[in-house]
């Protein structure tokens, strides 16, 4: 059964770096599936942050392309999201997440994002 | 890039009644790539119908997907107590994968 779970600082300064790694346990990290960060700020809904392959190959929501980094670390089974520049609205909860992709014939059927981490609340504040 | 709008934003209900959830996409999916998760104050976001309309694992059967190409609707059939949450869904065919904005379902 996989698992994520997010770590990192819990408290971040204005103009700072947020800085998380999701550890994968209970399968590869080497597969078809997307690994994805998504956040929630406080009384909001969900938001897409960016996603990253095995291959390093990465896909970046346009609201944080310019601050975003999403990196892999295949020997580790983990992956890691640096959010530069943060601000209050960068308060949120933050999860990490697979989207599951299983080949189909030539392709890759995906199947939506089956596996979240528990979360974890980032606040910034000096 | 794909928006999607959820209506209504607040569904007030009660137990053993239906719930009907509508999703709209600016744009026609690709393979019907839409999910719809549920998501309760301090729990992750939970995967309830991927593919528009196929229930995940241990999904129960009160919970159904429909529509195909912009239109989509998630149907509970007789809600349960524990199904009073937000839902969203989200297109996860083409980057960037977006969520609608939630549709509450409370208790009348």
């Known amino acids: 059964q996989v698992q994520l779970q997010e770590s990192g600082p819990r408290l971040v300064k204005p103009s700072g770096t947020l800085s998380l790694t999701c550890t994968v346990s209970?399968?590869?990290?080497?597969?078809?599936?997307?690994w994805s960060w998504v956040r929630q700020p406080p009384g909001k809904g969900l938001e897409w942050i960016g996603e990253?392959?095995?291959?390093?190959?990465?896909n970046y929501s346009p609201s944080f392309k310019s601050r975003v980094t999403i990196s892999i670390d295949e020997s580790k089974k983990q992956f890691s999201l640096r959010l530069t520049s943060v601000t209050a609205a960068d308060t949120a909860v933050y999860y990490c997440?697979?989207?599951?992709?299983?080949?189909?014939?030539?392709?890759?059927?995906?199947?939506?994002?089956?596996?979240w981490g528990q979360g974890t609340t980032v606040t910034v504040s000096s | 890039e794909f928006v999607l709008t959820q209506s209504p934003g607040t569904l007030s209900l009660s137990p053993g009644q239906r719930a009907t959830l509508s999703c709209r996409a600016s744009?026609?999916?690709?393979?019907?790539?839409l999910a719809w998760y549920q998501k309760k104050p301090g729990q992750a976001p939970r995967l309830l119908i991927y593919?528009?309309?196929s229930r995940a694992a241990g999904v129960p059967d009160r919970f159904s997907g429909s529509g195909s190409g912009t239109d989509f609707t998630l149907t509970i059939s007789r809600l349960e107590p524990e199904d009073f949450a937000v839902y969203y869904c989200?297109?996860?065919?083409?980057?960037?994968?977006?969520f609608g904005q939630g549709t509450k379902v409370e208790i009348k």
């Open positions: 997440a697979r989207t599951f992709g299983k080949l189909i014939g030539l392709g890759v059927r995906y199947y939506g994002m089956d596996v």
């Open positions: 209970g399968d590869s990290i080497s597969s078809n599936d997307w």
């Open positions: 990253i392959f095995h291959s390093g190959s990465a």
């Open positions: 744009q026609s999916l690709r393979s019907n790539s």
């Open positions: 593919g528009a309309s």
């Open positions: 989200q297109q996860y065919g083409s980057s960037p994968r977006t």
